[in-house]
């Protein structure tokens, strides 16, 4: 069987492996400067960011996380807690082994919703927050069209028959698979390191399942009210202006609640920024 599942863009540096509590977690450093580390949601990995990497690498040290949302290569431990709440420790204790301070942490679609947990349960090695086209305390966790999958994911054998689809790359263009997420064609090799994992690997199957399973609305509404009231260092929002899954409207409205946020409005993408319009997004957060 061919391993095309498991590439890896040359463009994120150096692979690592962090020895954390609920086990071994991938990640990918390059460049040189304040830390840069970026979250992915479901069914991404590492490699959402290669292009925003490549672009920030000369100016930031740029840390890519290949967290266990579906399309990771290193299962963790059967009992790690992958729960939202867990997803967000999981981020917050990458940040601790990989000993670093001043980070600016970035978030995508799910990412972006653990990295918000993360931060409002331990805030000090956060110096500033990127959100971009994810969830926020106006939105379901997860939205529409993928408000089923936590159901379907309590059973690990259930959801690999409701993603097998995902096995011919014409449907993952569609509106229920990647069709709402991303406007433009993916990379071949980046649509089957996203689709196919867990469908590969049966360890893999079981972290994603417990990952979908334990989405939860509520936790994401908490850690945002967390961060109102208490979060006053900067944030920045950059926001898919068409983006038909998070609506900019919350985004707005949610940068207005924030104590200092600014929101940027990116054209011509979808939910996966980094993907559609890696240059826009590396742009906004270098200059913030």
Not at 45 to 69: I, K, Q, Y
Not at 122 to 129: G, Q, S
Request: a negative charge; aromatic letters at 6%; charged letters at 25%.
């Amino acid at each position: 069987m061919s391993d095309a599942h498991r590439w890896r863009s040359e463009l994120l540096g150096e692979p690592l492996r962090l020895d954390l509590p609920q086990g071994e977690l991938e990640v990918f450093r390059r460049g040189q400067g304040p830390p840069l580390v970026f979250a992915h949601g479901w069914l991404a990995n590492a490699n959402l960011w290669r292009a925003v990497v490549d672009r920030l690498a000369g100016e930031f040290t740029c840390f890519a996380l290949d967290l266990p949302f579906g399309a990771h290569r290193l299962p963790l431990r059967a009992d790690a807690d992958l729960s939202a709440a867990g997803c967000g420790e999981l981020i917050a204790d990458a940040l601790d082994a990989l000993a670093l301070d001043d980070v600016t942490l970035v978030g995508n679609d799910s990412g972006g919703a653990y990295s918000q947990i993360a931060l409002s349960r331990r805030p000090d090695r956060v110096a500033r927050l990127v959100l971009t086209s994810c969830e926020t305390p106006y939105d379901e966790f997860p939205p529409v069209p993928f408000d089923g999958l936590p159901a379907a994911a309590r059973d690990p054998q259930t959801l690999r028959t409701l993603l097998a689809a995902l096995e011919d790359p014409e449907v993952r263009r569609l509106p229920a698979a990647f069709g709402l997420l991303v406007k433009h064609p993916l990379d071949p090799r980046a649509s089957d390191a996203y689709a196919l994992p867990c469908l590969r690997d049966p360890d893999v199957l079981r972290d994603t399942a417990k990952v979908m399973a334990g989405a939860s609305t509520a936790a994401v509404r908490s850690a945002a009210e967390t961060l109102v009231e208490s979060w006053t260092r900067p944030a920045l929002l950059v926001w898919s202006a068409q983006d038909p899954v998070f609506p900019l409207a919350h985004a707005r409205r949610y940068a207005a609640s924030l104590p200092d946020a600014e929101l940027v409005e990116i054209d011509d993408s979808y939910s996966f920024t980094p993907e559609d319009q890696p240059a826009a997004l590396a742009a906004a957060i270098s200059r913030a």
